[in-house]
C-alpha cells in the first residue's frame, strides 16, 4: 500500500489504460480522480472494488478551463493531486493531404496540451508537499513514427519533449516527471484500428488483429492495462525516486528494431 493517503488524477480513466493505471493505484491505497467521457458508473465500481474512494469529474480534456475546474474539484474533494497521470488521448489515421483540421487540432490539444494544463495546476502542491509523480502516458508514437498518424506522432513526441522538460525544471524536488511509451495495448482506441483494417482488406478482425501485431511488435502480444500500471506503481515507489524524464518502453520490443 505505497499510497495509501495519497491522491491519484487519471485523465481519460473510464476506459483502456486510464482505467487500468486507475485500479492499480487503487490497490495501492490511492484516492482516485476519474476523468472521461461514456459509462461512469461501471469504472467507479472496478476501481471502489479495489478499496479507493472514488471520485470522477467529467471534463472535456481539449478545454484548458474545464481542466482547470477538474484540478479544483480534485484540492476540494481530496487536498490536492500527489499523482497525476497524463492519459487521455484519442487518435486518428489519415495521410496530411487529407488530415481533417479539426482532428488535428482536436489530437494536438487532448493527446498534448491538456498535459501542460494539468501539470502547470498540480505542481505548486506538488512542490509545497515537495512529493510529486506525473506520469505521462505518450506511446512508441513518442519514440518513432508510423505512416498515416502525423497529428499523433507530433502530440506523443510532444509530450516526450515536455516530460523531459518538466523533469528538468523539478530536478532537486521529490517531484519525478517520467513519460510510459507503450506499443499496442487491446482497448477500444486499438480496436477501431483493427476494425478498419479487417474491412479494408476483407479479412476476418481475428486476421486482422494478427497483422497489426505482426507488423510492428516482435513479441506479438498486446500490453495489458494492468501491466501498465504496474509500471506506473512502480514510478511511484521510492526505488524510482531518481528516475526522472525518461520515456519507458513497454512495447514488445517494437522501439528495438
Ligand atoms: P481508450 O479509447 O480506451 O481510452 C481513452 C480515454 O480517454 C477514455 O476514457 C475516453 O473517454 C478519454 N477521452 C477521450 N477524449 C477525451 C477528452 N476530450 N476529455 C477527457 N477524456 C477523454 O484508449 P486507450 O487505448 O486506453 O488510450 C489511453 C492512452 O494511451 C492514450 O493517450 C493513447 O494515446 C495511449 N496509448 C494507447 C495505446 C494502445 O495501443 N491502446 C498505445 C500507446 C499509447
Request: hydrophobic share 45%; aromatic share 6%.
Given at each position: 500500500?505505497?499510497?495509501?493517503?495519497?491522491?491519484?488524477?487519471?485523465?481519460?480513466?473510464?476506459?483502456?489504460?486510464?482505467?487500468?493505471?486507475?485500479?492499480?493505484?487503487?490497490?495501492?491505497?490511492?484516492?482516485?480522480?476519474?476523468?472521461?467521457?461514456?459509462?461512469?458508473?461501471?469504472?467507479?465500481?472496478?476501481?471502489?472494488?479495489?478499496?479507493?474512494?472514488?471520485?470522477?469529474?467529467?471534463?472535456?480534456?481539449?478545454?484548458?478551463?474545464?481542466?482547470?475546474?477538474?484540478?479544483?474539484?480534485?484540492?476540494?474533494?481530496?487536498?490536492?493531486?500527489?499523482?497525476?497521470?497524463?492519459?487521455?488521448?484519442?487518435?486518428?489515421?489519415?495521410?496530411?493531404?487529407?488530415?481533417?483540421?479539426?482532428?488535428?487540432?482536436?489530437?494536438?490539444?487532448?493527446?498534448?496540451?491538456?498535459?501542460?494544463?494539468?501539470?502547470?495546476?498540480?505542481?505548486?502542491?506538488?512542490?509545497?508537499?515537495?512529493?510529486?509523480?506525473?506520469?505521462?502516458?505518450?506511446?512508441?508514437?513518442?519514440?518513432?513514427?508510423?505512416?498515416?498518424?502525423?497529428?499523433?506522432?507530433?502530440?506523443?513526441?510532444?509530450?516526450?519533449?515536455?516530460?523531459?522538460?518538466?523533469?528538468?525544471?523539478?530536478?532537486?524536488?521529490?517531484?519525478?516527471?517520467?513519460?510510459?511509451?507503450?506499443?499496442?495495448?487491446?482497448?477500444?482506441?486499438v480496436q477501431k484500428q483493427i476494425d478498419a483494417r479487417?474491412?479494408?482488406?476483407?479479412?476476418?478482425?481475428?486476421?486482422?488483429?494478427?497483422?497489426?501485431?505482426?507488423?510492428?511488435?516482435?513479441?506479438?502480444?498486446?500490453?495489458?492495462?494492468?501491466?501498465?500500471?504496474?509500471?506506473?506503481?512502480?514510478?511511484?515507489?521510492?526505488?524510482?525516486?531518481?528516475?526522472?524524464?525518461?520515456?519507458?518502453?513497454?512495447?514488445?520490443?517494437?522501439?528495438?528494431?
Amino acid at each position: 500500500m505505497i499510497l495509501k493517503g495519497k491522491t491519484a488524477l487519471v485523465t481519460g480513466s473510464t476506459s483502456g489504460i486510464g482505467l487500468g493505471i486507475a485500479q492499480c493505484l487503487a490497490r495501492q491505497g490511492a484516492n482516485i480522480v476519474l476523468n472521461g467521457f461514456g459509462d461512469v458508473e461501471g469504472p467507479k465500481a472496478a476501481v471502489t472494488a479495489m478499496g479507493a474512494k472514488v471520485a470522477y469529474h467529467g471534463a472535456d480534456m481539449s478545454k484548458p478551463a474545464e481542466i482547470e475546474a477538474m484540478m479544483a474539484f480534485a484540492e476540494a474533494t481530496f487536498g490536492g493531486v500527489d499523482v497525476l497521470v497524463n492519459n487521455a488521448g484519442i487518435q486518428h489515421v489519415a495521410q496530411i493531404e487529407d488530415f481533417p483540421v479539426e482532428r488535428w487540432d482536436a489530437i494536438i490539444a487532448i493527446n498534448l496540451s491538456s498535459a501542460f494544463h494539468t501539470t502547470r495546476l498540480a505542481l505548486p502542491g506538488m512542490r509545497t508537499r515537495n512529493w510529486g509523480r506525473v506520469i505521462n502516458i505518450a506511446s512508441v508514437h513518442g519514440l518513432v513514427a508510423s505512416a498515416a498518424k502525423s497529428a499523433y506522432v507530433a502530440a506523443k513526441h510532444g509530450l516526450v519533449g515536455f516530460t523531459k522538460t518538466a523533469a528538468l525544471e523539478l530536478a532537486t524536488t521529490g517531484v519525478t516527471v517520467n513519460a510510459i511509451c507503450p506499443g499496442w495495448v487491446l482497448t477500444p482506441l486499438v480496436q477501431k484500428q483493427i476494425d478498419a483494417r479487417a474491412a479494408r482488406d476483407g479479412i476476418s478482425a481475428d486476421k486482422a488483429r494478427e497483422a497489426l501485431l505482426g507488423e510492428k511488435e516482435p513479441s506479438l502480444q498486446f500490453t495489458t492495462p494492468e501491466q501498465l500500471g504496474e509500471l506506473a506503481v512502480f514510478l511511484c515507489s521510492p526505488a524510482a525516486d531518481n528516475l526522472r524524464g525518461q520515456a519507458l518502453a513497454m512495447d514488445g520490443a517494437w522501439t528495438a528494431q
